[in-house]
C-alpha cells in the first residue's frame, strides 16, 4: 500500500517542512515552464512564426516538463496534473498572446457591418461581416461590439496590427497590455502549484540513506582488512563486490 501511495502521489520522504532547495526547485520548474509556454506563444504571434503563435512550441514545452517530472520520480497523479494543466495553458495563450500584440501596437480603424449573425433565442454572440472603407471584406468576423442593435451599413472600430501577424479584432474600451495576460494567469499560476507538489513529493531519502550505510560498510571492513594481512584483504574485496551487487539489485 505505502509504495503504491508512492507511486502515485510521490514519496515525500521528509520531516516537517520540505527542503528549502526542494521548493526552489519546484518553483524553478513550474516557473520555466510556464515562462516557456506563454513567451513562445508571445514571441510567435509579435514575429509572425506560426508554429508558435499557433501553441504548437507551447506543447513541445508542456511535454519536455512532463519528462522532467518523470526524471525526477514524482508521483504519477501529479505528474498527470501537471500535464493537464500545461496543455490547457498552451491552449489558451494564443489568444491572450495575439491580444498583447494588439494592445502593443495595434491601429484602430472604422470598418463598416455587411452582416449581422444572431445568436440562438438570444444567448451567445453575435458575429458582424464587416468591410473595410475600400469595401475590401474582412476575414474574419467581429464580435466585441457587435450586438443585438447591430445592423449592416452600422460602423464598428477594429484594431488591426499593421504587420498583418495577427487578425483584427472589435475594439475594447481601456485595453492595456496585461489585460490579455490575466486569462492566463489562473492556469499559470496553477501549472508552477502542481509542478511545485510534485518536485517537493518527489524527494526520497531511500537511496541516499543507502548509499551512505554502504559507504560506511565499506569502510569499516577495510580498517579492519588492514589489521589482518593480505589473506584478509582479499577476503574483504570479495565481501566489497557482493555488497556492491547486492546494492545494485
Given amino acids: 500500500?505505502?509504495?503504491?501511495?508512492?507511486?502515485?502521489?510521490?514519496?515525500?520522504?521528509?520531516?516537517?517542512?520540505?527542503?528549502?532547495?526542494?521548493?526552489?526547485?519546484?518553483?524553478?520548474?513550474?516557473?520555466?515552464?510556464?515562462?516557456?509556454?506563454?513567451?513562445?506563444?508571445?514571441?510567435?504571434?509579435?514575429?509572425?512564426?506560426?508554429?508558435?503563435?499557433?501553441?504548437?512550441?507551447?506543447?513541445?514545452?508542456?511535454?519536455?516538463?512532463?519528462?522532467?517530472?518523470?526524471?525526477?520520480?514524482?508521483?504519477?497523479?501529479?505528474?498527470?496534473?501537471?500535464?493537464?494543466?500545461?496543455?490547457?495553458?498552451?491552449?489558451?495563450?494564443p489568444q491572450a498572446a495575439a491580444g498583447v500584440v494588439l494592445a502593443e501596437r495595434g491601429s484602430v480603424e472604422s470598418v463598416v457591418v455587411t452582416s449581422v449573425e444572431g445568436a440562438a433565442a438570444g444567448h451567445g454572440r453575435y458575429l458582424c461581416s464587416v468591410a473595410d472603407q475600400g469595401g475590401v471584406p474582412l476575414r474574419v468576423r467581429i464580435w466585441r461590439g457587435c450586438g443585438q442593435a447591430t445592423r449592416p451599413g452600422d460602423a464598428l472600430a477594429v484594431v488591426y496590427d499593421p504587420e498583418g501577424h495577427v487578425s483584427p479584432r472589435g475594439v475594447e474600451t481601456g485595453m492595456t497590455v496585461a489585460d490579455p495576460l490575466r486569462a492566463a494567469a489562473?492556469?499559470?499560476?496553477?501549472?508552477?502549484?502542481?509542478?511545485?507538489?510534485?518536485?517537493?513529493?518527489?524527494?526520497?531519502?531511500t537511496h541516499t540513506t543507502a548509499r551512505s550505510t554502504h559507504d560506511k560498510d565499506v569502510a569499516t571492513l577495510w580498517r579492519s582488512a588492514g589489521r589482518g594481512g593480505r589473506g584478509r584483504r582479499s577476503g574483504v574485496h570479495l565481501q566489497i563486490r557482493a555488497r556492491r551487487e547486492n546494492h545494485d539489485r
Fill in 186 to 205: 489562473g492556469w499559470t499560476a496553477a501549472l508552477i502549484a502542481a509542478c511545485l507538489l510534485a518536485v517537493v513529493r518527489s524527494y526520497r531519502l
Fill in 1 to 93: 500500500m505505502t509504495h503504491l501511495r508512492s507511486s502515485v502521489w510521490g514519496p515525500a520522504e521528509f520531516v516537517g517542512l520540505p527542503p528549502w532547495w526542494l521548493v526552489g526547485e519546484g518553483l524553478l520548474a513550474g516557473g520555466l515552464g510556464a515562462v516557456a509556454i506563454v513567451g513562445s506563444a508571445v514571441a510567435g504571434a509579435w514575429y509572425g512564426v506560426p508554429a508558435l503563435a499557433a501553441g504548437e512550441a507551447g506543447l513541445v514545452c508542456a511535454a519536455a516538463l512532463v519528462l522532467y517530472l518523470g526524471v525526477v520520480g514524482a508521483g504519477r497523479a501529479l505528474v498527470g496534473l501537471v500535464a493537464v494543466l500545461a496543455v490547457c495553458l498552451a491552449l489558451q495563450v
